[in-house]
């Protein structure tokens, strides 16, 4: 692969959706052989030297970054490793990927940072290194360090750092480093054993709830410090009407906080458990009917900014458990062009340039990266989308080493193609 001759590329028709700019066109695009993207030119390279594809209803995009994904690595490498992931990423129209630090030992120290940054992969990863030593809760982290060492955010994703003393020290660090603190905020004295939100799966098989308040207060909580510190505060896969309805009030103060919305939260609620299922097991939960109408219109009204996937493999027999004895969470990357598309510009009348800032510009701005662009001059980094494509998702053919989805054997419309990286087209959704 290192010894091919550089191709150049062209895709003589598509939409062009450039949040960047504001770009939203018919029209070709060209990436020549140095990959960085150019005007068609008069004379098209010889056969041998292009790549084109040419067919009905593509959409490019700047690539896509998913600023919340576990990759396992290192710890849990049967369920996900880099490889993998960024894989199972790629495939799903990402270029850019935030690591989450709930590994094995977790990322807390330098080394492992630069070990997540420095990995050879399909798409580029930007690590989170943990708020606190060993996500404990307990003592704020070496911030300044972790993020000499390249972390661009922190957090303790997979656990709130309950104390709100600790997480003041944490986040006057991360402002005074000029980077976010991302957190996964559900109250644990408030959450308990809760594992689902109220349903008729829940009553039917006697689940424990996980009452809306824990969330709900631990929303509350961070803004206030975000208010007292100034620390950018990001708030991952929200799932309540009134964490929404909390944030959009921050926002509206002027406070730098931003929230997610993953695409399990948004096209699916509580009452649509379908049994005793595992892979139907997340945390947060889903929420109600009403809470998936919050979020989406959080999502339309520019409250929550961001999508993410919350990617989160497990080894497919611990989660052939049950509801009860599973783990927390579901695979995303492969699908989440798809869902997002399908319930967010379909059903909901989002406009695709706005979807495409909330998968592209919103997320780079978060981690303080430049975002890609089309503009002619920019080193291409491409998502190429097929919004119209019907496919069902069999998880034997997902890049991803799990399968615990609770979109397995269903119909989606739309997926990611192909994307363009530093020179190298993955198609695995085309025919060249």
């Known amino acids: 692969m290192k010894n091919e001759t550089p191709k150049a590329l062209l895709i003589p028709r598509a939409r062009l959706l450039d949040p960047s700019t504001g770009r939203d066109e018919e029209g070709a695009l060209f990436v020549d052989a140095q990959g960085r993207i150019a005007p068609v030119p008069a004379k098209l390279p010889a056969a041998s030297r292009l790549t084109v594809l040419d067919r009905p209803g593509l959409v490019v995009t700047p690539g896509l970054c998913d600023v919340h994904v576990h990759f396992r690595d290192p710890g849990a490498t049967e369920a996900e490793d880099f490889v993998s992931g960024s894989a199972a990423a790629a495939n799903g129209g990402f270029t850019r990927v935030a690591t989450m630090p709930n590994t094995l030992p977790p990322t807390d ?13 399909a798409v580029a990863i930007f690590p989170t290194a943990c708020a606190t030593v060993g996500r404990a809760g307990k003592t704020c982290a070496p ?6 060492a390249g972390a661009v955010a922190f957090s303790d994703d997979g656990a709130m750092v309950a104390d709100p003393e600790v997480m003041r020290v944490v986040m006057t660090r991360a402002r005074k480093v000029g980077r976010p ?10 959450q308990q054993n809760g594992i689902v939100r109220a349903c008729p799966a829940a009553e039917t098989f ?13 929303v509350r909580g961070d803004i206030a410090l975000c208010r007292a510190t100034g620390c950018a505060l990001h708030l991952q896969h929200l799932s309540c009407a009134e964490s929404v309805a909390l944030v959009r009030e921050a926002r509206a103060e002027g406070l730098p906080v931003t929230g997610e919305a993953t695409p399990h939260h948004l096209a699916l609620a509580a009452e649509d458990i379908p049994g005793n299922d595992g892979n139907w097991r997340m945390n947060p939960p889903l929420g109600t009917r009403a ?32 509801f009860l004895q599973a783990p927390f969470g579901i695979i995303g990357a492969e699908t989440a062009v798809g869902v997002t598309w399908d319930v967010m510009v379909r059903q909901c009348g989002m406009a695709p340039l706005a979807w495409a800032a909330a ?3 919103a997320p780079n701005t978060l981690l303080g990266l430049p975002a890609p662009t089309l503009e002619p001059g920019a080193p291409a980094e491409l998502a190429i989308l097929a919004p119209n494509d019907e496919w069902t998702v069999d998880v034997r053919l997902l890049a991803s080493k799990s399968q615990n989805t609770p979109w397995a054997g269903r119909t989606l419309r739309g997926r990611a193609v192909a994307t363009y ?9 085309l025919t060249l």
């Open 109 to 121: 120290t330098p080394a492992l940072v630069r070990r997540a940054r420095t990995a050879q992969t």
């Open 143 to 148: 911030i300044e360090a972790l993020e000499e």
């Open 181 to 190: 603190v991302m957190d996964h905020a559900v109250r644990p004295d408030l």
């Open 206 to 218: 006697g689940w424990p709830i996980f009452p809306p308040e824990a969330e709900v207060e631990a």
């Open 291 to 322: 809470d998936v109408e919050a979020l989406r219109q959080g999502v339309l009204d520019g409250t929550l900014t961001i999508f993410a996937t919350d990617h989160a493999p497990h080894a497919p027999a611990t989660k052939a458990k049950g």
């Open 359 to 361: 998968w592209v510009t």
């Open 421 to 429: 990286r530093r020179g190298r087209l993955r198609a695995p959704g």
